[in-house]
């Protein structure tokens, strides 16, 4: 009882981090159905072919470096690569995910060197190469589904769980698709 009166006290607080208040163990408990969710999304055959047509660019890092601060510095007025990540058919089918579905906040996806491939609503950089939702899930090219903590999330301004899995084509991990769960949805599971 009181775990959940303190659950839902802080959740009131924006910004704060809640990992804390649920172990790797609970959380994946809770979010079973979201994850086999989002690894069913990452066998659709448009998603894995929108990852292996990006990486078949292979973008050099110093190229994909140059894109986030594009990204980040776009502020409200979104650029051609923002308008392109957030808008090609990969992203309108997140689109219709997350406004079908109140348990998602946000989907995206990346290539294999964390590199926006579609994104709804548009993530807050453009490389997530760097951050643990991908190098976790990406595992060095093995592939796995990694929970992220529960907190506060800047492009959504929402608490959120993020469940990362992997993207594979021919037995190989080729990307990562991401998937904000609602803090809502964790509250009406327990």
């Given at each position: 009882?009181?775990?959940?009166?303190?659950?839902t006290y802080l959740l009131v607080i924006p910004g704060l981090v809640?990992?804390?208040e649920f172990s790797k163990?609970?959380?994946?408990?809770?979010?079973?159905?979201?994850?086999?969710?989002?690894r069913h999304m990452a066998f659709n055959p448009s998603i894995v072919r929108a990852v292996e047509s990006q990486n078949g660019q292979q973008l050099a890092l110093a190229e994909i470096k140059r894109r986030d601060e594009e990204w980040k510095n776009a502020g409200d007025?979104?650029?051609?690569?923002?308008?392109?990540?957030?808008g090609n058919s990969v992203a309108q089918y997140?689109?219709?995910r997350v406004e079908n579905?109140?348990?998602i906040d946000e989907v995206f996806l990346t290539d294999n060197q964390g590199a926006n491939v579609a994104a709804f609503p548009p993530t807050s950089d453009y490389w997530q190469g760097d951050e643990e939702k991908w190098t976790a899930s990406y595992n060095n090219g093995d592939g796995t589904v990694f929970i992220g903590p529960l907190e506060f999330d800047e492009s959504t301004q929402k608490t959120q769980v993020q469940i990362s899995a992997p993207i594979v084509s021919r037995d190989r991990t080729i990307g990562v698709l991401v998937l904000g769960v609602s803090v809502d949805y964790l509250k009406g599971k327990q």
């Open positions: 009882m009181f775990r959940k009166l303190l659950f809640l990992a804390q163990e609970e959380l994946a408990d809770l979010l079973e159905v979201k994850v086999r969710y989002a007025n979104p650029t051609a690569l923002v308008r392109d990540i957030t997140f689109q219709r579905n109140s348990a």
